[in-house]
T-cell receptor
Framework: KAGVTQTPRYLIKTRGQQVTLSCSPI?????VSWYQQTPGQGLQFLFE???????NKGNFPGRFSGRQFSNSRSEMNVSTLELGDSALYLC?????????????FGQGTRLTVV | KNQVEQSPQSLIILEGKNCTLQ??????????LRWYKQDTGRGPVSLTI?????NTKSNGRYTATLDADTKQSSLHITASQLSDSASYIC????????????FGQGTELSVKP
């Protein structure tokens, strides 16, 4: 069974540009959550999608957005990139929402904003 | 405010030795507590998940404990190996927050030969 796949693995963008990251969850999983990881802040929750609907959102500005498709694949978009957006972006998939359901993480997308 | 705090921030031990990592949380209402291992440049991998009613769970050489009354957890690693060098992250889930996970800052463990 394939794991969580995130593409691309590495990305370099210029300030002011926008970027789209992709996450393909484990087959059969309907919940996808996104996290930002930086050395100073650790892992922070961005948003959660389940059945194509955003169910939960973290404390990030509106420049960060996402969506989920009918096949459960998810994308997140960051517009008007800032230097501080440089981070490892991780997505996690699970079969159900919350509870004791295990979350499986992808390898992440390393975004560098210059 | 829901928070997860871990100690120590970093730890260096010799191969074969045991160690214990600590986690305190203020997340409410509590649903479950997880420990993840994250190798450099890779995504976190789950080690254990414990609910309110569980006070210990093992996964090979990893043993996690949970005291829901004091809101503390520990991860004990037995007979450490070089491959245990990684960041260990304590993660707590709130009962009414769906898939949202609250992460600690992690403990950076380095196992030396």
């Amino acid at each position: 069974k394939a794991g969580v796949t995130q593409t691309p693995r590495y990305l370099i963008k210029t300030r002011g540009q926008q970027v789209t990251l992709s996450c393909s969850p484990i087959s059969g999983h309907r919940s996808v959550s996104w996290y930002q990881q930086t050395p100073g802040q650790g892992l922070q929750f961005l948003f959660e999608y389940f059945s194509e609907t955003q169910r939960n959102k973290g404390n990030f500005p509106g420049r960060f957005s996402g969506r989920q498709f009918s096949n459960s694949r998810s994308e997140m978009n960051v517009s008007t990139l800032e230097l501080g957006d440089s981070a490892l972006y991780l997505c996690a998939s699970s079969s159900l929402r919350g509870g004791n359901t295990e979350a499986f993480f992808g390898q992440g997308t390393r975004l560098t904003v210059v | 405010k829901n928070q997860v705090e871990q100690s120590p921030q970093s730890l260096i031990i010799l191969e074969g030795k045991n160690c214990t990592l600590q986690c305190n949380y203020t997340v409410s209402p509590f649903s479950n507590l997880r420990w993840y291992k994250q190798d450099t440049g890779r995504g976190p991998v789950s080690l254990t998940i414990m609910t309110f009613s569980e006070n210990t769970k093992s996964n090979g050489r990893y043993t996690a404990t949970l005291d829901a009354d004091t809101k503390q957890s520990s991860l004990h690693i037995t007979a450490s190996q070089l491959s245990d060098s990684a960041s260990y992250i304590c993660v707590v889930s709130a009962y009414n927050q769906g898939g949202k996970l609250i992460f600690g800052q992690g403990t950076e463990l380095s196992v030396k030969p």
